[in-house]
């Protein structure tokens, strides 16, 4: 299965918002709530910080929010942080028990 | 809080079979409210699912690794366990394993992952 297409990275000052797109097909995205968010700090393990499209777990903030339209996941943070500087991650179900990844997107705050 | 932890060869040679083991503390692979995968990561590349087992024994693996790959669990251990046979360079990997929540289709823990080397 092709992986879900992120751009390989974006940037933002402190204090603005940044959006990371995911898009999928018809088939995964577009037809499953099962996209979820993670981000990775460099030389650590994935952590989740959405769920089901746009649920965030207890103690992930705020200025962490997430949405979908048609077969496009998109991961918004706002007020930037340079906590935040990290790799970002989508992950969609796609039927037959199957889950795919995006390639990924490097965060820099500038 | 739950706590995983894999463990293996750091270096396996070429059409050999690379073998991981992942210990599980502060929950049981017996849980029927979560299913138990391995997901590798390329150093400096992207995610690739490899694979769940679910308590019952039953599994899904990721079409792409050709039948190649195969999870099992031992509940008297509370152990987890991957085989990738016929193993090349393109296996080297970070390898992690990490816990889903049942019918969720997302990953709550994740171990600190381990590295393999396929090199000979």
């Known amino acids: 299965q092709s992986a879900l297409t992120q751009p390989a990275s974006v940037s933002g000052s402190p204090g603005q918002s940044i959006t990371i797109s995911c898009a999928g097909s018809?088939?995964?995205?577009?037809?499953?709530?099962?996209v979820s968010w993670y981000q990775q700090h460099p030389g650590r393990a994935p952590k989740l910080i959405i769920s089901?499209?746009?649920k965030r777990p207890s103690g992930v903030s705020n200025r962490f929010s997430a949405s979908k339209s048609g077969s496009t996941a998109s991961l918004t943070i706002s007020g930037l942080q340079a906590e935040d500087e990290a790799d970002y991650f989508c992950?969609?179900?796609?039927?037959?028990?199957?889950?795919?990844f995006g390639g990924g997107t490097k965060l820099t705050v500038l | 809080q739950v706590q995983l932890q894999e463990s293996g060869p750091g270096l396996v040679k070429p059409s050999q079979t690379l073998s991981l083991t992942c210990a599980v503390s502060?929950?049981?692979?017996?849980?029927?409210?979560?299913?138990w995968n391995w997901i590798r990561q390329p150093a400096g590349k992207g995610l690739e699912w490899i694979g769940r087992?679910?308590?019952?024994?039953?599994?899904s693996y990721n079409p792409s690794l050709k039948s190649r790959a195969d999870i099992s669990l031992d509940t008297s251990t509370n152990q987890f366990f991957l085989r990738l046979t016929s193993v090349t360079a393109a296996d080297t990997a970070i390898y992690y394993c990490?816990?889903?929540?049942?019918?969720?289709?997302?990953?709550?823990?994740w171990g600190q992952g381990t590295t393999v080397t396929v090199s000979s």
């Open positions: 990490v816990r889903e929540v049942l019918t969720g289709y997302f990953f709550t823990a």
């Open positions: 502060g929950d049981s692979v017996t849980n029927n409210h979560c299913y």
């Open positions: 087992i679910y308590t019952t024994g039953s599994t």
């Open positions: 018809s088939s995964d995205v577009g037809y499953y709530n099962l």
């Open positions: 089901e499209v746009h």
């Open positions: 992950c969609s179900y796609m039927g037959n028990s199957i889950v795919v």
